[in-house]
Structures are given as C-alpha cells and as structure tokens.
C-alpha cells in the first residue's frame, strides 16, 4: 500500500511539473509578432521596417512626437490598414487582416482615444454593443437586458469600477468611461488590447483608475500596447517602452533600462537611437 502511494505521489508530481513546463513553453510563444512592417501613402512613408514581440501579460508603452507613425502601426493591427511590407503573427500563426472585424475574431481590441461609445446609452449597452445577448426562441428573439446588466456588473466589479450598468454613459466621468470602454475587451477574452492616450484629457484620480485598470488587465495574462505621451503613465506601468521617431523604431528596452531623460532625447532626436 505504501508503494502505491508514493507512485500515485511520484506520478502527481510529474504530471504538475509536465503542466509547469507546458505553460512555460506557451509563454515563450509570442502573443504578436512584427517582421519589417511598412506602410506607405503614396510618397508618404508612416511606418518603416518596424520589428518587434509582444508576450501575454507584457504591457509595451508605444511613445513618440506627432506624425512618429504610432497610431499607423496600430491600426494596421487593428485591421484598419494592410501594411505595405512586412508580415505580422498572432500566437505564432499569421496574422492577415482586412477589416476591424477580423481583428476582433483573432481576439485584438482596440480602446481609441475618443472611446466610441454611444453617449445615449447605457454603461451595459455599450459594452455588449454588437454582441447584445438574446432570449427566446427561433425568430422570437428579444434583448436579454437582465443578463447583460448582470454581466456588466460583475465586470465593473472586477475592474473596481464605481461605473454601474444602467448608468447613462453621458453623465459618466473620463474614467468611467474608460473603464466602460475596457469593460468591452474583458468581454471579448482579449488576447492583445490597443490603448491608444487612455489617460489624455482626464484628471489625476481618473488617470489612476484607468492604470489600475490596465495592470488588472496584465495580471490576467492580457498583452496591452499603450500608446500615450504622458511618461509617468508609461514609467507606472509598462515592462518595456518602444519609442518611435519619424516613422522607424529607435528604441526597444526594458522600462527598468531606460529613463524618462533618455526617451524625451529619443523622441526629439537629441539620442539618435539605443
């Protein structure tokens, strides 16, 4: 009996560290993976011969001037643009995109600057926006409202968001807004989620809100490109920081490696690149 036990023991142990090394393995494979991508308008060249990985969990801050080809890059992962050059990889399959649609299907959400929410609207009715859930049968189908408000809650409780469903979103706060705005990824079961100035145009507490938020969204193993030009927001949460300049990539490097000093020379060209 007592070598039947250690064996059950023994094979238990292998079977959690067989676990412990497949997930270890699934780390290493890169959530996104850029080679070389370009875009160009006509004789205008946005983005040039951009590289790089993100893996799940890792928050990227994505700096740069006006015109630095941020947000060009972002929406060609969003499926806004095809890029001119280059391929692109989602969980180390291609990733081919022709529509925002698409994108969302691969499981990429994107957070614009100015939310797209539908002012109208309930908290609850702009996260389920698209994706409403329905009850009944056949063709006799209505909007479960019941269902929908109780999602929503459980969701702004587990960004504790102050933001209640049936909230008009017109008389909601900056940051509740964003929080409404998240809510619609953690929905969806994002993999990789776009942020494009979340903090841009809200006060100091509401900035602190949509942080806390997006570390929430790290800890549940979502990768997040934060675009923003506010450096203490990008030193307080992100593991890395890419700067780019003029179109091209000029730094790629641990937050821990860098300083809020070395990216503004970055962004203006006073460093030429690291």
Same mark, same amino acid.
């Given at each position: 009996?007592?070598?039947?036990?250690?064996?059950?023991?023994?094979?238990?142990?292998?079977?959690?560290?067989?676990?412990?090394?497949?997930?270890?393995?699934?780390?290493?494979?890169?959530?996104?993976?850029?080679?070389?991508?370009?875009?160009?308008?006509?004789?205008?060249?946005?983005?040039?011969? $951009?590289?790089?990985?993100?893996? /799940?969990?890792? $928050?990227?801050?994505?700096?740069?001037?006006?015109? /630095?080809?941020?947000?060009?890059?972002?929406?060609? #992962?969003?499926?806004?643009?095809?890029?001119?050059?280059?391929?692109?990889?989602?969980?180390?399959?291609?990733?081919?995109?022709?529509?925002?649609?698409?994108?969302?299907?691969?499981?990429?959400?994107?957070?614009?600057?100015?939310?797209?929410?539908?002012?109208?609207?309930?908290?609850?009715?702009?996260?389920?926006?698209?994706?409403?859930?329905?009850?009944?049968?056949?063709?006799?189908?209505?909007?479960?409202?019941?269902?929908?408000?109780?999602?929503?809650?459980?969701?702004?409780?587990?960004?504790?968001?102050?933001?209640?469903?049936?909230?008009?979103?017109?008389?909601?706060?900056?940051?509740?807004?964003?929080?409404?705005? #998240?809510?619609?990824?953690?929905?969806?079961?994002?993999?990789?989620?776009?942020?494009?100035?979340?903090?841009?145009?809200?006060?100091?507490?509401?900035?602190?809100?949509?942080?806390?938020?997006?570390?929430?969204?790290?800890?549940?193993?979502?990768?997040?490109?934060?675009?923003?030009?506010?450096?203490?927001?990008?030193?307080?949460?992100?593991?890395?920081? #890419?700067?780019?300049?003029?179109?091209?990539?000029? /730094?790629?490097?641990?937050?821990?490696?860098?300083?809020?000093?070395?990216?503004?020379?970055? #962004?203006?060209?006073?460093?030429?690149?690291?």
């Amino acid at each position: 009996m007592l070598k039947a036990l250690a064996g059950r023991k023994l094979a238990g142990e292998i079977a959690a560290e067989t676990r412990s090394r497949l997930w270890e393995a699934r780390q290493l494979v890169a959530v996104l993976e850029l080679a070389n991508i370009s875009k160009h308008f006509g004789a205008i060249q946005a983005v040039n011969d $951009v590289s790089f990985s993100l893996e /799940a969990g890792e $928050v990227v801050g994505l700096m740069g001037d006006n015109g /630095a080809g941020k947000s060009t890059l972002v929406k060609m #992962i969003a499926g806004n643009f095809r890029p001119s050059h280059g391929t692109m990889r989602l969980d180390d399959e291609d990733l081919v995109l022709h529509r925002p649609v698409e994108a969302r299907q691969r499981g990429i959400e994107i957070v614009h600057q100015d939310l797209a929410l539908c002012n109208n609207l309930t908290a609850a009715a702009n996260v389920f926006l698209g994706r409403e859930m329905r009850r009944g049968f056949g063709p006799l189908r209505i909007l479960d409202y019941k269902t929908m408000y109780k999602r929503a809650g459980e969701i702004f409780k587990d960004l504790k968001s102050e933001t209640r469903p049936r909230d008009l979103v017109k008389q909601m706060s900056g940051g509740q807004r964003q929080a409404v705005a #998240i809510a619609r990824t953690m929905l969806a079961e994002a993999k990789l989620v776009l942020m494009d100035e979340p903090t841009a145009a809200i006060s100091v507490r509401q900035v602190a809100e949509v942080l806390a938020h997006i570390r929430q969204l790290r800890d549940r193993g979502i990768a997040v490109i934060l675009i923003s030009h506010r450096m203490p927001d990008v030193f307080s949460v992100a593991d890395r920081v #890419i700067v780019m300049r003029r179109g091209r990539k000029v /730094a790629d490097k641990p937050i821990t490696a860098s300083s809020p000093e070395e990216v503004t020379g970055l #962004i203006t060209g006073a460093i030429e690149q690291v």
